[in-house]
């Protein structure tokens, strides 16, 4: 599904990935960990195709994303620490605006399920600049699976998330995984990380340092790999 | 989704959000009405001097009214990384700049088509050209100023100082298109034909067709960087 083959990322003179390796199966969950300005969000921003390595090949669903990258786009939703919302339009302008940008089929109806799966269909008419920030980011959920993507990118999603936005979150996450789609997440949460993951990596200082599958993996052992491997303290 | 209805999707999204802030259309036109009541109350509308100024007035007016709307056209999408949505969404990014462009055309139309008859009042100007060749040069020679500007936005937008840094680098570049629209409006506004200003009317043609091209083909690459 995701094939990344000796990717690097150059910006100005500092190398921020060093020839990352990875393959992400179809319906894989992949968590990535990993302490600030190891580069992660770099290799989630380049894997979502929102910027371009510098050197290295890149494979989605079969397509090279240096000359196929139309092809490519479409199917791809990131959650973010930030909403990707428009905060003078209302919940549902914002879910209709990025439906009909994806050409989303039914999307009236499609709007008012991805609300009701995210528990926001009473504020549909309410404009986003009125929504907390557990609203909004559980509306960046649904803005995020509105087309149904077949590849889910998740940077950081439970920061400032209340609790019931981290169990709205999880439900949506195991129902979108549960339908063979893929999901790459970055997260500092270890309980989170590794309770609805495939596969966990760590990344530090632009290389992946770790991988192994989440199975059977512990969030306490977790910590201790990730220190034995990063160093500091988690 | 088609090429066609994605620019259309985003040019409503920016008319309905715009309609609800008012944050565009109101500032250039407080702007533009400022600029308009200064130069009156700088100049006597009796003398020659303004006659030949006026064309030149309602430039001054149109131009940096319309810095103030550009400088937030892509202001908006930086909050809450709106932009990045508008990436992921766009199968070609050249919807982006052309949305863009459209809208801020719609607002620079809206803010000219109030401020233009208000400086006529107030010059105590009468046109006596053809008024559609006066709308036609104003329509065209906006198209330009925008087709540039909008592109320029963008590329200021994440910098630090982008609210100074728009106009540094725009005002250089839109010089031709403001020359032709300048000349071409002071011919018309004095009784001036078709015939008179055809040669303007090129030159601004084909300045709004290279800066709406080249930028377009160029946007993929500036929202890398």
Request: charged share 20%.
């Amino acid at each position: 599904m995701i094939t990344a083959e000796n990717i690097t990322k150059k910006i100005g003179s500092k190398t921020i990935l060093k020839g990352i390796d990875l393959h992400i199966a179809k319906g894989e969950f992949i968590t990535v960990f990993g302490p600030n300005g190891a580069g992660k969000s770099t290799l989630l921003k380049i894997l979502a195709i929102l910027m371009k390595p510098s050197g290295g090949t890149l494979t989605i669903n079969g397509f090279n994303t240096n000359n196929e990258v139309v092809k490519v786009r479409g199917q791809i939703g990131v959650i973010s620490h930030q909403t990707l919302l428009y905060d003078s339009l209302t919940a549902y302008e914002n879910l209709e605006f990025y439906g009909r940008m994806y050409g989303v089929d039914n999307l009236r109806e499609r709007i008012f399920d991805v609300l009701q799966e995210v528990g926001l269909e009473y504020a549909f008419n309410d404009p986003v600049r009125t929504f907390s920030r557990g609203m909004q980011q559980r509306l960046a959920i649904a803005r995020a699976t509105i087309h149904q993507p077949e590849i889910l990118f998740l940077d950081e999603p439970y920061t400032g998330l209340d609790q019931q936005a981290i169990e709205i979150l999880n439900s949506v996450l195991h129902k979108f995984n549960i339908k063979d789609r893929t999901v790459f997440m970055i997260t500092h949460n270890f309980e989170q990380g590794l309770d609805l993951s495939d596969k966990v990596l760590i990344i530090s200082k632009g290389r992946i340092v770790y991988e192994r599958k989440a199975a059977g993996l512990m969030p306490h052992e977790m910590k201790d790999v990730y220190i034995n491997t990063v160093g500091g303290k988690v | 989704m088609n090429y066609f209805n994605q620019i259309a999707t985003l040019v409503r999204k920016d008319l309905a959000s715009e309609l609800r802030t008012k944050e565009m259309l109101s500032s250039m036109l407080i702007f533009a009405m400022l600029t308009t009541v200064v130069f009156s109350f700088a100049f006597d509308p009796d003398t020659e001097t303004v006659k030949k100024v006026f064309p030149g007035i309602i430039w001054v007016a149109f131009i940096f009214a319309g810095i103030m709307g550009l400088n937030r056209s892509f202001g908006g999408e930086r909050n809450n990384d709106c932009i990045l949505g508008l990436m992921l969404c766009t199968q070609d990014r050249g919807v982006i700049y052309l949305g863009k462009t459209i809208s801020n055309l719609v607002f620079m139309y809206i803010m000219e088509g109030i401020t233009l008859p208000i400086l006529f009042v107030l010059f105590d100007y009468r046109l006596k050209g053809s008024l559609l060749l006066l709308i036609t040069v104003v329509l065209l020679g906006t198209w330009g100023f925008i087709a540039v500007g909008t592109f320029m936005s963008a590329m200021a937008v994440n910098t630090r100082n982008s609210e100074i840094l728009l106009p540094i680098v725009l005002f250089p570049l839109i010089v031709p298109v403001l020359i032709a629209a300048v000349q071409a409006t002071g011919i018309i506004v004095n009784g001036g034909n078709w015939a008179d200003t055809v040669n303007w009317f090129r030159v601004i043609g084909a300045f709004d067709v290279i800066f709406t091209i080249v930028p377009w083909l160029l946007f993929e690459y500036l929202l890398e960087v």
